[in-house]
């Protein structure tokens, strides 16, 4: 019986609510792809989720189950900050570029926090960050 009631609890720690799952297709359908290089960049709502941060970096995750992508970059805004969730597969370094951004992590998961800004600047400052490393050979 005990067994039984682990495999409950599990199972409902791995699944999402309604506002999640909608949140993370709502991510998905606004996601798109930067410079011809398999980038994903999405939008995670933070509206009527507990944690729209852990929505937004599991949205980067499932991300990258899509063929082809070698990197997905999430943004949400929660608290008066813009949070961006960095993933790749081993062909982009996300850890370098979060850096560029204040931030920091590992080669495929990282991430950085912007203050003052709007989702639309974050987008630009982000795609800029690429764009330079770009140009400098860097990804």
Same mark, same amino acid.
């Given at each position: 019986?005990?067994?039984?009631?682990?495999?409950?609890?599990?199972?409902?720690?791995?699944?999402?609510?309604?506002?999640?799952?909608?949140?993370?297709?709502?991510?998905?359908?606004?996601?798109?792809?930067?410079?011809?290089?398999?980038?994903?960049?999405?939008?995670?709502?933070?509206?009527?989720?507990?944690?729209?941060?852990?929505?937004?970096?599991? &949205?980067?995750?499932? *991300?990258? #189950?899509?063929?082809?992508?070698? $990197?997905?970059?999430? @943004?949400? =805004?929660?608290?008066?900050?813009?949070?961006?969730?960095?993933?790749?597969?081993?062909?982009?370094?996300?850890?370098?570029?979060?850096?560029?951004?204040?931030?920091?992590?590992?080669?495929?998961? &990282?991430?950085?926090? *912007?203050? #003052?800004?709007?989702?639309?600047? $974050?987008?630009?400052? @982000?795609? =800029?960050?690429?764009?330079?490393?770009?140009?400098?050979?860097?990804?």
């Amino acid at each position: 019986r005990r067994c039984g009631a682990d495999v409950t609890r599990v199972r409902k720690m791995f699944r999402d609510d309604v506002s999640s799952y909608r949140a993370k297709a709502e991510t998905v359908r606004t996601v798109e792809t930067y410079r011809g290089i398999r980038l994903q960049l999405g939008i995670c709502p933070s509206s009527g989720l507990d944690s729209p941060t852990i929505v937004a970096a599991q &949205a980067a995750n499932e *991300l990258l #189950d899509i063929d082809s992508i070698k $990197a997905s970059f999430v @943004l949400t =805004d929660y608290n008066n900050l813009i949070y961006i969730s960095a993933r790749a597969i081993d062909e982009v370094n996300v850890q370098l570029i979060m850096e560029r951004l204040g931030g920091g992590g590992h080669i495929n998961v &990282a991430g950085a926090q *912007l203050k #003052d800004a709007t989702v639309n600047g $974050a987008i630009i400052q @982000l795609k =800029d960050t690429i764009d330079q490393m770009i140009k400098e050979g860097a990804i």
